[in-house]
Structures are given as structure tokens and as C-alpha cells.
């Protein structure tokens, strides 16, 4: 029984290698997200001679095309930085409480499909909301409060219609990914 015993502790992981990968991308999303979050809170009248026109917050505030630009950074926050942190807790589960670590060829490829391609699609996919959000709703408004004076129909046509396919293409590259990493998960936990 002891030799049993000696023997599986031998064999098993400790450290989940595409845990920390994981939750290497989730840090590194979260300081983008948090740079990018600066300039929300810029004060409108400037800070350090430097001012943002017209400001974040008063392009959220407008709703219309500024709304894209809130749901491409909750998407970012919930997707990017949270859900690929919350990823790397379903590596560590199957890799040192369940001690199946991805093996071979295929079970590493669809770790690093998953890796790369939720972390680039899902940022991609947010950063083309927030700037039609920003520059859609910029257009939008009148030209005292930094913006364009343009039609709905202007900015529509001009601004945000370019980004919709672009957007769509990467929250399908996000997909493909999550679907690499779930067939990683089942193929790890069907082996023997």
C-alpha cells in the first residue's frame, strides 16, 4: 500500500503549467484594461495640460454609439481579464486535483488555440466596441463639446458599420478558442 502510495505522488503534478499561462494572460489583460481605464476618469477640463476631447465619461453618458464603447469595455473586463483567470482554474482542477496534465501534440495545441486565440479575439473584439463607441458618439455630438455635429445616419455609415464583420470575426476567434479549450478539458478527462 505504501509502495502505491509512493508511487502516484511520484507521478503527480503539482504546478499546472497552462494554469499559470492562463493566469499570466489574465495579468497582463488586467494592466491593459487598467491603462485604458486612465483615461475614463480624466478630469473634462484636462490634468497636466493634457485633455481628452470630448471626454470618456461624457461619451458613455450620451448613450447611442457611446454605448458600444461601455459594452466593449464590460466585455473586456468580464471575458478578457476575468474569464481567462477564471480559465486557468479548470487547468489547475485537471492538472493537479484531478493529476491529468495536457499531454502530446494534440492536448497542447488545443491548449495554446485556447490561449491565444480567446485572449487576441476577445480584445480585439472589445478595443473595435470601444473605439466605434468613442468615435461614433464623438460624431455625434456638437462641435462645443469637442465633437462632429454629424446624422445618426453619418456615423452609422462611416464609423460603425466598418466595425461590425471585424468585431463579429473576432468574437468568433474568441469562440474557436473557448471550443479548443473545452475539447482539451474533455479529451484530458476521457484519457486513462
Same mark, same amino acid.
Given at each position: 500500500?505504501t509502495l502505491?502510495?509512493?508511487?502516484s505522488k511520484?507521478?503527480?503534478?503539482?504546478?499546472?503549467?497552462?494554469?499559470?499561462?492562463?493566469?499570466?494572460?489574465?495579468?497582463?489583460? %488586467?494592466?491593459?484594461?487598467?491603462?485604458?481605464? &486612465?483615461?475614463?476618469v480624466w478630469?473634462?477640463?484636462?490634468?497636466?495640460?493634457?485633455?481628452?476631447?470630448?471626454?470618456?465619461?461624457?461619451?458613455?453618458?450620451?448613450?447611442?454609439?457611446?454605448?458600444?464603447?461601455?459594452?466593449?469595455?464590460?466585455?473586456?473586463?468580464?471575458?478578457?481579464?476575468?474569464?481567462?483567470?477564471?480559465?486557468?482554474?479548470?487547468? +489547475? +482542477?485537471?492538472?493537479?486535483?484531478?493529476?491529468?496534465?495536457?499531454?502530446?501534440?494534440?492536448?497542447?495545441?488545443?491548449?495554446?488555440? +485556447?490561449?491565444?486565440?480567446?485572449?487576441?479575439?476577445?480584445?480585439?473584439?472589445?478595443?473595435?466596441?470601444?473605439? %466605434?463607441?468613442?468615435? %461614433?458618439?464623438?460624431?455625434?455630438?456638437?462641435?462645443?463639446? %469637442?465633437?462632429?455635429?454629424?446624422?445618426?445616419?453619418?456615423?452609422?455609415?462611416?464609423?460603425?458599420?466598418?466595425?461590425?464583420?471585424?468585431?463579429?470575426?473576432?468574437? &468568433?476567434?474568441?469562440?474557436?478558442?473557448?471550443?479548443?479549450?473545452?475539447?482539451?478539458?474533455?479529451?484530458?478527462?476521457?484519457?486513462?
Amino acid at each position: 500500500m505504501t509502495l502505491l502510495t509512493e508511487k502516484s505522488k511520484q507521478n503527480s503534478v503539482s504546478v499546472s503549467k497552462w494554469s499559470n499561462r492562463f493566469i499570466f494572460a489574465a495579468i497582463v489583460q %488586467g494592466a491593459i484594461i487598467t491603462v485604458l481605464s &486612465i483615461p475614463m476618469v480624466w478630469p473634462p477640463g484636462g490634468l497636466f495640460g493634457l485633455t481628452i476631447t470630448p471626454a470618456i465619461a461624457q461619451v458613455i453618458a450620451s448613450g447611442s454609439a457611446g454605448t458600444w464603447f461601455l459594452v466593449g469595455y464590460v466585455m473586456y473586463i468580464t471575458v478578457a481579464v476575468i474569464g481567462v483567470g477564471l480559465t486557468a482554474l479548470f487547468y +489547475h +482542477h485537471f492538472e493537479v486535483s484531478l493529476n491529468k496534465p495536457l499531454k502530446g501534440v494534440v492536448g497542447n495545441a488545443l491548449g495554446w488555440v +485556447h490561449l491565444i486565440f480567446m485572449n487576441v479575439g476577445a480584445a480585439v473584439a472589445s478595443g473595435l466596441l470601444m473605439y %466605434g463607441g468613442y468615435f %461614433g458618439e464623438r460624431g455625434l455630438m456638437p462641435t462645443s463639446e %469637442g465633437g462632429l455635429a454629424q446624422t445618426t445616419l453619418w456615423v452609422h455609415l462611416n464609423i460603425l458599420s466598418g466595425l461590425v464583420d471585424p468585431a463579429g470575426y473576432a468574437l &468568433i476567434v474568441c469562440g474557436l478558442g473557448v471550443l479548443a479549450g473545452g475539447l482539451s478539458f474533455a479529451i484530458t478527462f476521457l484519457r486513462r
